[in-house]
């Protein structure tokens, strides 16, 4: 029997989330669909930690269905949940407003009454998370952005776009592949605008932030670098597989703060090192969380 891959959780701010409206549906029943957006993500899944401003059930207490407003420092994600989504219903209708909340969901899309595609989220795992771990969200979701601003801006001086073109400044195949999908439809993107959105995210929590402290490789140059965050990679992929056949996890895997500790004490990898290569294997689906806070292969 083929396993179906899961789709893995992107950390997207709301800001490049509702600039996207290029849909790609999927040829057969059970296949996914996805969004791409102006920035070359191609999504199904998404993980959002942010503030819950609002909240209204507009079915019943015996059917509730939760119409729900996440925001993060660029904007507001529109997230719901309702008899399909058991536990997500049953957390939302717990929280309090204003709370800090996770949310991993699916993508939702639909058409508005003047006939423009409207993307939203629906809910599959929510929790109630402190500042801490929405600033570290934040952190992490720029990091990832950058990676992509970093290659667009290059990638728009170019005379003429290409897949092998774009694999010559950085890309990986599939984000070339997207990326192109996504100029074709969007046209040239306005990236000053993302690049003041993140700025002023990551000042909202660290306001001695300076643009040059976030800067990340984009894979054409540091050869020695690179070759040693792959052996990282590589090593923390072994361990977790390790683990999980340890502890009989393969269907939830195992908790993330439990392992990240396990692996820090056992190798010379730091904590920094260690999330930004499960950051980039997640990206890159090799890693997915299949219940908030855990870690597993796919």
């Known amino acids: 029997m083929t396993m179906t891959r899961r789709e893995v959780g992107w950390r997207l701010f709301a800001q490049e989330f509702m600039d996207t409206d290029l849909y790609l549906e999927g040829e057969e029943e059970r296949d996914p669909n996805y969004l791409i957006t102006p920035l070359g993500a191609k999504v199904n899944r998404v993980f959002v930690v942010g503030t819950m ?3 209204e059930n507009v079915k019943s207490p015996e059917d509730p269905f939760w119409n729900t407003r996440i925001t993060d420092p660029t904007g507001m994600h529109f997230v719901s949940a309702g008899q399909y989504q058991p536990e997500a219903t049953s957390q939302f209708q717990q929280m309090e407003i204003p709370s800090f909340a996770a949310v991993v969901g699916k993508i939702n899309v639909y058409e508005g009454d003047d006939g423009d595609l409207m993307t939203s989220l629906r809910a599959e795992n929510v929790k109630n998370v402190g500042e801490n771990e929405r600033d570290l969200w934040t952190l992490k979701a720029a990091k990832s ?6 290659l667009v801006d290059k990638a728009q001086e170019l005379d ?3 897949k092998d073109s774009l694999m010559e400044l950085g890309f990986k195949e599939e984000h070339a592949e997207n990326f192109l999908k996504a100029h074709e439809h969007y046209g040239e993107v306005n990236t000053e605008s993302y690049w003041n959105a993140i700025e002023n995210a990551v000042k909202f929590i660290l306001p001695e932030y300076e643009s040059k402290d976030l800067t990340v490789e984009t894979g054409e140059e540091g050869g020695s670098e690179i070759e040693d965050f792959e052996k990282i990679k590589s090593e923390i992929m072994e361990l977790l597989e390790e683990k999980i056949e340890e502890k009989g996890a393969s269907e939830h895997g195992v908790d993330f703060n439990d ?7 056992e190798t010379d990898i730091s904590d920094s090192e260690f999330e930004e290569a499960v950051d980039d294997l997640r990206a890159n689906g090799e890693l997915y969380e299949p219940v908030l806070g855990n870690l597993n292969t796919i």
């Open 53 to 55: 401003t609002e909240k």
């Open 145 to 150: 952005t950058i990676r992509r601003l970093k």
């Open 160 to 162: 003429e776009l290409s």
């Open 259 to 265: 392992f990240k500790d396990y692996v820090t004490e």
